[in-house]
């Protein structure tokens, strides 16, 4: 879970920057607001790399996609951009796990002792 997880949320970082660059333009947003707002969001998607896999982890990742959703009002791409990436964030949370899952059964498989031939 933790690489999809990631990769996810390092996609996010790179398009949280980008929309910064694009709600600059907007005239009654400060740059210092935007680029304060932008860094908290794009240090929290760094951060969560790292603690992905702790309690709480997942539930702050749902909260920045929710934020990241919730910024379409700056950046009405952001909506789209903001559904795509909480899609891909379920998808990386579910499937991850199961990939947890399936590699937890395969180790247990390879560290039982293999049962002796009944010839």
């Known amino acids: 879970m933790r690489t ?60 920045l996609q929710i934020a990241l959703v919730a910024s379409g009002v700056f950046v009405p791409t952001m909506y789209f951009l903001g559904a795509v990436f909480a899609g891909l964030w379920w998808a990386s949370v579910h499937y991850g796990r199961k990939i947890d899952e399936a590699k937890a059964r395969f180790a247990a498989q390879s560290e039982a002792p293999a049962a002796p031939d009944a010839a």
């Open 4 to 63: 999809l997880c990631s990769s996810t949320l390092i996609g996010e970082f790179f398009v949280i920057g980008f929309a910064a660059l694009v709600a600059m333009k907007d005239a009654d947003l400060s740059a210092a607001t935007v680029w304060l707002v932008s860094g908290i969001a794009m240090v929290l998607c760094v951060a969560l790399c790292g603690v992905i896999t702790r309690p709480g982890g997942v539930a702050l990742g749902w909260a």
